[in-house]
T-cell receptor, first 115, second 112 residues
Framework: DGGITQSPKYLFRKEGQNVTLSCEQN?????MYWYRQDPGQGLRLIYY???????QKGDIAEGYSVSREKKDSFPLTVTSAQKNPTAFYLC??????????????FGPGTRLTVL | GENVEQHPSTLSVQEGDSAVIKCTYS??????FPWYKQELGKRPQLIID?????GEKKDQRIAVTLNKTAKHFSLHITETQPEDSAVYFC???????????FGDGTTLTVKP
């Protein structure tokens, strides 16, 4: 299970605050992803990045921002513009152009609660 | 964009029975179809996958079948055990785009 880490495991935020979730990987994967998971629901894509200094919006990008300044790091900021941020956030990475292309390796997740 | 539908949303079986979960996808360009298992509070983990040039793949008690013409793929678990209880997600991926679309998940309960 090692190779991709997320911190913190639990995060509490007051309304109106921005918070940043950390995601780092040592798998030398080119592509990284952020998903949101709500109780009893599937994984919805927030942002993804296939290469350093480039990223694309997913299906639910509003109220979130990301950066990809290094290959091994893809932090997610949940801004005050996100109206319902309480959820489980999963980061993932995948190799590109290799035999394992497409296989997503997930981090352990961060559970964000807005008080 | 891609749309993935997964059925059923919940499935309850007796230990030793088989379980089948089905997914349909919309984009014929999708070429990679993984299945993930997620236990409560844990991260999803890959259990089996299939690429578009293959019709069936088996790994011990787990198998996946793919029908590209009909755009559907299925997960088959035989001789189910209580530890198979979890949420299972399918996904459809177009690897050139680097993006996967997930189904909504199936909660499998295996009763002893």
């Amino acid at each position: 299970d090692g190779g991709i880490t997320q911190s913190p495991k639990y995060l509490f935020r007051k309304e109106g605050q921005n918070v940043t979730l950390s995601c780092e990987q040592n798998l030398n994967h080119d592509a990284m992803y952020w998903y949101r998971q709500d109780p009893g629901q599937g994984l919805r894509l927030i942002y993804y990045s296939q290469i350093v200094n480039d990223f694309q919006k997913g299906d639910i990008a509003e109220g979130y921002s990301v950066s990809r300044e290094k290959k091994d790091s893809f932090p997610l900021t949940v801004t005050s513009a996100q109206k319902n941020p309480t959820a489980f956030y999963l980061c993932a990475s995948t190799p590109r152009g290799l035999a394992g292309e497409g296989v997503q390796f997930f981090g352990p997740g961060t559970r964000l609660t807005v008080l | 964009g891609e749309n993935v539908e997964q059925h059923p949303s919940t499935l309850s079986v007796q230990e030793g029975d088989s379980a089948v979960i089905k997914c349909t996808y919309s984009d014929s360009a999708s070429n990679y179809f993984p299945w993930y298992k997620q236990e409560l509070g844990k991260r999803p983990q890959l259990i089996i996958d299939i690429r578009s040039n293959v019709g069936e793949k088996k790994d011990q008690r787990i198998a996946v079948t793919l029908n590209k013409t009909a755009k559907h793929f299925s997960l088959h678990i035989t001789e189910t055990q209580p530890e198979d209880s979890a949420v299972y997600f399918c996904a459809a991926t177009f690897t050139n785009a680097g993006k996967s679309t997930f189904g909504d998940g199936t909660t499998l309960t295996v009763k002893p």
